[in-house]
């Protein structure tokens, strides 16, 4: 079993929907979980970063962990094509350690 | 957001020469960098983990004497791929660590560099 577990994909959606992205993880020493952003042939961005459990709202994203069960999420408001990109969770205990990263979801948001 | 770059962003090389990658970081020192490898369609692997002053940490299965890296600034570390032969291809994707409040980082990534070796 792998550390994170993310599904591939792909998703497609329609313009304006709202898209749940999830990760699970086994874990329990990860403390610090961020979303990555990755369009084709580039580098992945940085979307969100949370500590421990709850919410993180930016924008069109929020970010949420629950801990007990061992889940994030990301989720996008308001879709547009442009959010068209593979997401990956990625997650670490903290104190400088690596990051443990997801497969990646790939999303696409259709007009 | 904290700027990472990397130079240069495409190279085509020929099997058996050496190529080098630069990684820095633009706004922010950098004690520590990353340097992962990515096949089309699947996620980052890491392949080492770069220190600054001192000798990188490989991953499992990473051949050391293969992929140099080097950073010897708080703000540049650098891969070279050594003899490459046609399954070095592949994109190659740094990232630095930024301090971002308490004991964690946050880590920024480069924009990649592709290298393919005919």
């Known amino acids: 079993q792998k550390e994170v577990e993310q599904d591939p994909g792909p998703l497609s959606v329609p313009e304006g929907a709202i898209v749940s992205l999830n990760c699970t993880y086994s874990?329990?020493?990860?403390?610090?979980f961020m979303w990555y952003r990755q369009y084709s042939r580039k580098g992945p961005e940085l979307l969100m970063y949370?500590?421990?459990?709850g919410n993180k709202e930016d924008g069109r994203f929020t970010a949420q962990v629950d801990k007990s069960s061992k889940y994030i999420s990301l989720f996008i408001r308001d879709s547009q094509p442009s959010d068209s990109a593979t997401y990956l969770c990625?997650?670490?205990?903290?104190?400088?350690?690596?990051?443990?990263f997801g497969t990646g979801t790939q999303l696409k948001v259709e007009l | 957001g904290a700027v990472v770059s990397q130079h240069p962003s495409w190279v085509i090389c020929k099997s058996g020469t050496s190529v080098k990658i630069e990684c820095r970081s633009l706004?922010?020192?950098?004690?520590?960098m990353f340097w992962y490898r990515q096949f089309p369609k699947q996620s980052l692997m890491l392949m080492a983990t770069s220190n600054e002053g001192s000798k990188a940490t490989y991953e499992q299965g990473v051949e050391k004497d293969k992929f140099l890296i080097n950073h010897a600034s708080l703000t540049l570390s650098t891969l070279t791929v050594t003899s490459a032969h046609p399954e070095d291809s592949s994109f190659y994707i740094c990232?630095?660590?930024?301090?971002?409040?308490?004991?964690?980082?946050?880590?920024?990534f480069g924009p990649g560099t592709r290298l393919l070796v005919l």
């Open positions: 874990n329990s020493a990860f403390q610090y």
């Open positions: 990232s630095a660590n930024r301090p971002s409040g308490g004991s964690q980082e946050t880590q920024y």
């Open positions: 949370t500590y421990s459990s």
């Open positions: 990625a997650m670490t205990p903290g104190g400088g350690n690596k990051l443990t």
């Open positions: 706004d922010f020192q950098a004690t520590t």
